[in-house]
């Protein structure tokens, strides 16, 4: 099977057992006794890890090879995810958020891995692909996690979803071990690894040092806070508002994933060929401003789709449109740093959103989340607009660490 045929489906595999979890944490911590304040915490705890590990992660990926970062990441995952399944309090749940999000920098590493197996003109249709991979982890993910879980509240099973999240990020494992090979050449590895050796605040100083990534940066940060303003409250906001339990969330979840998939699988290739990336993300821009204004509105399930539909296009979208537009502001031998500086930003965003998100809801009424992030689309179209760079821009050589 070819690399990149391989990875999707590990990718997949790996998105299903992420997929699982989202309509059932927040609900599970509820039943803990955390109020919807906790519940944003407990989310932005794993961006949280994952902000402060990506760049590190990137970065031994370029010294070490993608494979051997993928292999230990999602061992690690697997057990955040059994860690789930037995925690009977807050402090256990905490901690497996924690070591899940400490290893999901690995999603650079595989966004590292088609940049060395693409060229620059091949780069957008296969982060599509690697995104429809996403997006059919998601389509299956949520619809399985919200069927183990069940529809009743009071009787809903958090732990069998955890436990085929593990199952299933274990089997991804294996597929790494056993079908993927090294995608980045011992030249590059070793060119990597005769660079000085950066702290990680080096590492978010080259970025800052390059006007082109500092927007793209900045503009995948504000992304990010938009959209997991949206994945810190839905739960709460669908059972509040419509009155909607974890098998329905999971249905609409499932549904919005097949029109991602579909876009980034199918689409995305002649989209980005015709228009160009940056045109693509600035349609994302657009679509949440207009998505999230109408998402606040909405009283009734039909209303729901179709606001989430505008929304899921605009996201399918943003993801491989960014990640193809950052590596190519990246010398080959420093994509897995460069891309996890990028991933780190967005997960900085996940710390942030998460983190008001209880808060402005719990103060200001369920609408509320969505209103903001209408709003947070103006900061975001100027970033994109401050983007104008067309080619790479010379690597930046840090100072050593001390």
């Known amino acids: 099977m070819a690399p990149m045929a391989t990875l999707f489906l590990i990718v997949f595999i790996n998105l299903l057992g992420f997929g699982i979890i989202i309509p059932i944490l927040p609900l599970y911590a509820l039943r ?3 109020g919807p304040e906790v519940v944003s915490i407990v989310i932005g705890l794993y961006s949280l890890m994952q902000f402060l590990t990506s760049p590190l992660i990137g970065k031994l990926s370029d010294r070490h090879g993608r494979r051997p970062i993928l292999i230990w990441s999602l061992a690690l995952s697997a057990v955040s995810y059994v860690m789930l399944a037995v925690a009977d309090n807050m402090t256990m749940l905490v901690a497996s958020r924690i070591v899940g999000g ?31 991979s996403f997006g059919m982890g998601f389509v299956f993910g949520p ?3 919200g069927l183990l879980a069940g529809n009743d509240m009071a009787t809903a099973d958090f732990a ?11 089997i991804a494992m294996v597929g790494v071990i056993t079908k993927l090979p090294e995608s980045l050449s011992p030249e590059l590895r070793a060119k990597a690894a005769a660079q000085p050796k950066v702290s990680v605040a080096q590492q978010f100083h080259v970025v800052a040092q390059r006007r082109v990534l500092m927007a793209l940066s900045g503009l995948g940060l504000i992304a990010m806070v938009i959209w997991s303003l949206l994945e810190a409250t839905f739960s ?7 009155h909607q339990g974890p098998r329905d969330i999971g249905t609409l979840f499932a549904v919005i994933g097949v029109l991602s998939a579909a876009v980034q699988g199918g689409a995305m290739g002649p989209l980005s060929k015709r228009y160009g990336e940056r045109a693509l993300a600035a349609v994302t821009v657009v679509t949440y401003g207009l998505g999230f204004a109408w998402l606040a509105t909405v009283t009734t399930t039909g209303a729901m789709y179709a606001a989430m539909s505008v929304l899921a296009l605009g996201n399918a979208l943003f993801n491989p449109s960014m990640s193809s537009l950052v590596s190519k502001e990246a010398a080959a031998h ?30 200001f009424g369920p609408p509320a989340p969505y209103v903001l992030s209408a709003l947070l689309a103006i900061p975001a179209a100027i970033l994109l607009a401050l983007s104008v760079a067309q080619k790479i821009t010379p690597s ?3 100072t050593p660490a001390e």
């Open 32 to 34: 803990l006794g955390a």
């Open 396 to 398: 930046v050589t840090p």
């Open 102 to 132: 400490a290893v999901a920098g690995n999603l650079a590493t595989a966004f590292a891995y088609v940049t060395d197996i693409s060229t620059p003109e091949t780069r957008a249709k296969s982060m599509g692909m690697l995104g429809a």
């Open 236 to 242: 709460m906001w669908a059972n509040d508002v419509l």
């Open 334 to 363: 420093e994509r897995g740093a460069v891309l996890g500086v990028y991933q780190s930003m967005g997960s900085l965003g996940r710390i942030i959103g998460p983190g008001i998100a209880g808060f402005i809801y719990a103060g």
């Open 143 to 145: 619809a399985l996690g």
């Open 160 to 170: 069998t979803p955890a436990l085929v999240a593990a199952a299933l990020t274990v």
